[in-house]
């Protein structure tokens, strides 16, 4: 029956005609100068078809998502304190799901935090904001640190962050933070929507430097980062015993009408860690990896503004897993779904041993409304590393490097902007080398993933 009626609540939406609204989005609990309390309920359906995954070949997943959040602030002055709880739950999904901890946890604690804001700090107009507690955060482009915008339980972490802003714009951020790892994470307890309370994690600490400069140029932007991350292995947390140092550039110029836009971004990862997570790996690599992300657009002024990109990513791999260095980048915790397509049930994209071409283009059919297609190749950067988020992998570099080409598509519709939107998404992969040979894997020649989605909030 509850199945039946969360169903329900996904359809409604579309029952409901697109009509003028006020100038400010309706609330339950209207704000006031020093109090806001906003409520979120999203739905998603999700299906895939043609698992990727290694254990999980050929078979076929769905599961119906549903997360509600609710998001306290109260003000007084030039403080604050903001409470977020989040509740994710699934149906419809079984026992060869591969549901995680990122899409399903209940009762989550997701942000408690207070802030102070000091105008006029060491000179005039200059800010300096402080947070502290449990938080979300954001970094710049979102590929290093991210609050995910399409996984359902966002990751939080315990920490400081604070961010000094200069008069002409300029940004400098400084920050510590441990993250707070999603639980349960076996798939018995994710099935049963089994509530325990998250914990940070004591074995992961992130601290470091960002600064966003907006005027380089009259037409240039960049952001210049430092970020150390330390992990250690515990009984509860095994890792990798990654100590990295991430050294990090991105210059971009902003999408505007009639005009170019681009948007380059590389880290540099150098320190050591170990090749597994197996508490048997004791060895001590050095690691020296890199990413570098690129595109080019145009945006014209024309019917449905449409704006042409051409994409290119490089994750550099493993070269050779019986060396005693590790050249694998790590993600952080940054997001991919803009870059790389959907995750959730789907996500066999990630920044980490790849090397992917494309194209993208975006357009708005209507007001409210926006359109996007994307199409791209991917390949192994390295033949003898791991496809990341498969565990697939031939240590003999003899399966080759091609893995697919995606087709991916998306189309989001505020039918009452700032209170109901729709999204419907679909991506389809058809897979090639790699992917077909890698230990006689035999899995589907295609995979085949589509989404449904609304969102309130109230």
Not at 151 to 163: E, K, M, Q, R, Y
Not at 176 to 197: K, M
Not at 267 to 273: A, F
Not at 394 to 411: I, T, V
Request: aromatic fraction near 10%.
């Amino acid at each position: 029956m509850r199945h039946r009626f969360s169903a329900f609540l996904l359809l409604i939406p579309f029952a409901l005609p697109s009509f003028a609204q006020d100038s400010q989005p309706w609330r339950l609990i209207e704000s006031t100068d020093n109090t806001r309390v906003v409520f979120t309920h999203q739905l998603r359906f999700e299906n895939l078809d043609g698992q990727f995954r290694a254990g999980r070949l050929g078979s076929s997943d769905q599961v119906l998502l549903s997360r509600t959040t609710v998001t306290g602030e109260y003000r007084k002055e030039n403080s604050s304190v903001v409470l977020e709880v989040l509740d994710a739950r699934q149906a419809l999904a079984d026992s060869g799901s591969s549901l995680t901890s990122k899409v399903v946890n209940t009762a989550n604690l997701q942000q408690l935090y207070a802030t102070v804001n000091v105008s006029d700090f060491l000179q005039q107009k200059t800010t300096l904001d402080v947070k502290l507690g449990r938080q979300t955060v954001d970094l710049g482009s979102r590929r290093v640190i991210a609050r995910s915008t399409f996984s359902t339980v966002p990751t939080s972490f315990d920490g400081l962050n604070s961010a000094l802003t200069l008069e002409n714009g300029s940004r400098l951020q400084l920050f510590y933070l441990q993250p707070v790892p999603g639980i349960p994470n076996n798939l018995n307890d994710l099935l049963a929507n089994r509530t325990v309370r998250d914990r940070r994690s004591d074995a992961i600490e992130l601290w470091g430097a960002f600064s966003e400069l907006p005027a380089l140029t009259e037409w240039l932007r960049g952001d210049f980062y430092y970020i150390r991350l330390n992990e250690k292995d515990t009984r509860s947390q095994t890792g990798t015993n990654r100590r990295l140092n991430h050294y990090g550039v991105r210059l971009f110029h902003p999408t505007a009408a009639k005009q170019m836009d681009f948007d380059i971004e590389t880290v540099l990862q150098r320190g050591s860690s170990h090749a597994t997570a197996a508490s048997t790996d004791v060895r001590t690599l050095d690691h020296e990896a890199y990413f570098l992300h690129a595109e080019v657009g145009y945006s014209f002024a024309a019917a449905w503004n449409p704006r042409v990109q051409a994409l290119f990513d490089y994750a550099s791999g493993d070269e050779n897993p019986l060396d005693g260095s590790m050249e694998r980048i790590g993600d952080v915790y940054g997001e991919r779904r803009f870059d790389f397509g959907p995750t959730s049930l789907y996500g066999p994209f990630a920044r980490t041993n790849l090397v992917s071409a494309g194209y993208r283009i975006n357009a708005t059919p209507a007001a409210g409304m926006r359109l996007m297609v994307t199409h791209r190749e991917f390949r192994l950067a390295e033949s003898r590393d791991t496809w990341s988020g498969t565990g697939l992998r031939d240590s003999r570099g003899s399966s080759g490097r091609g893995l697919g080409q995606q087709l991916e598509a998306r189309l989001q519709w505020d039918v009452i902007p700032g209170n109901l939107t729709l999204e419907s998404g679909f991506a389809w992969v058809d897979w090639s080398d790699f992917a077909e040979r890698v230990g006689g894997a035999k899995m589907a020649s295609q995979t085949h993933y589509f989404y449904l989605q609304s969102q309130l909030t109230f």
